[in-house]
């Protein structure tokens, strides 16, 4: 796994004492939630083992899961459903996510990274990184979080809806998601504001 130069640490040197790490999962789908999460590590915990999630296993995934919410100093995590990605725009609902996960957190950051390049609409003093999973550990647990517990939802939908196979591609627009839609048409947790080709949805019976 990933090791990390320690941006956090000379953040720390700063003066930044409480640094809280934001990532989200889910901008890019064709159905379900946008999750976002927040952390804020213990310095005094070893942050090599973190990595970008994208770059994990499921099952490391899962591990770092539970290390991060037993050895972190705080943590949130906030979901918004595909019926408000489709009002506001999946850009609205990511900055919003975001901000409820700063808000909810117990704990008042010195400093927040947010993973990207997006304008950003919260409280207290925030610092853009791109490609910040890469960069700073934090980001990268929260990349984490926020992947597991989407999963985890999209899990759910294939068993409520097990024609579209969501427990396989999460709701990415891969070949064989598209093929069942063009099969099945569109179910409801499907974003239908999204410009992509695919049929209308079906009128439930």
Same mark, same amino acid.
């Given at each position: ?5 320690? %941006?956090?640490s000379?953040l720390? =040197?700063?003066?930044y004492?409480?640094? #809280?790490? @934001?990532?989200? #999962?889910? !901008? ?5 939630? @946008?999750?976002?999460a ?6 005094? +915990?070893?942050?090599k083992m973190l990595?970008d999630?994208?770059k994990?296993?499921? +099952? /490391?995934?899962k ?7 037993? /050895?972190?100093?705080? $943590?949130a %995590?906030?979901a918004i459903p595909h ?5 506001? /725009?999946?850009?609205?609902?990511? =900055?919003?996510? /975001?901000?409820?996960?700063?808000k909810?957190?117990?704990? !008042?950051?010195?400093?927040?990274? %947010?993973?990207?390049?997006d !304008? ?6 925030? $610092? ?15 990349? %984490?979080? #926020? ?16 024609? $579209? +196979?969501?427990? &396989? ?5 891969? =070949?064989?998601h &598209?093929?069942?839609i063009?099969? $099945?048409?569109?179910?409801?947790i499907?974003? +239908?504001?999204?410009s992509?080709?695919a049929?209308k #949805? =079906?009128?439930?019976?």
């Amino acid at each position: 796994m990933g090791y990390f130069p320690p %941006i956090e640490s000379r953040l720390r =040197r700063m003066g930044y004492l409480t640094i #809280a790490g @934001v990532d989200e #999962a889910g !901008r890019g789908p064709l159905a379900g939630p @946008v999750v976002s999460a927040a952390v804020i590590l213990d310095p005094k +915990k070893d942050a090599k083992m973190l990595d970008d999630s994208k770059k994990l296993t499921a +099952k /490391n995934r899962k591990e770092l899961f539970n290390h991060i919410l037993e /050895n972190c100093l705080d $943590y949130a %995590i906030t979901a918004i459903p595909h019926t408000e990605i489709d009002k506001s /725009n999946i850009l609205n609902c990511v =900055r919003e996510a /975001n901000k409820i996960c700063i808000k909810s957190l117990s704990k !008042r950051p010195d400093l927040i990274l %947010i993973d990207g390049k997006d !304008r950003q609409f919260v409280e207290g003093d925030f $610092y853009n990184l791109i490609k910040g999973e890469g960069k700073s550990a934090s980001i990268a647990a929260a990349s %984490i979080l #926020a992947k597991v517990t989407r999963d985890a939802i999209m899990r759910k939908f294939g068993e409520e809806f097990p024609m $579209y +196979k969501f427990e &396989r591609h999460m709701g990415y627009g891969t =070949r064989l998601h &598209r093929t069942l839609i063009d099969e $099945y048409g569109l179910c409801e947790i499907h974003r +239908k504001s999204y410009s992509w080709s695919a049929p209308k #949805a =079906r009128p439930s019976s």
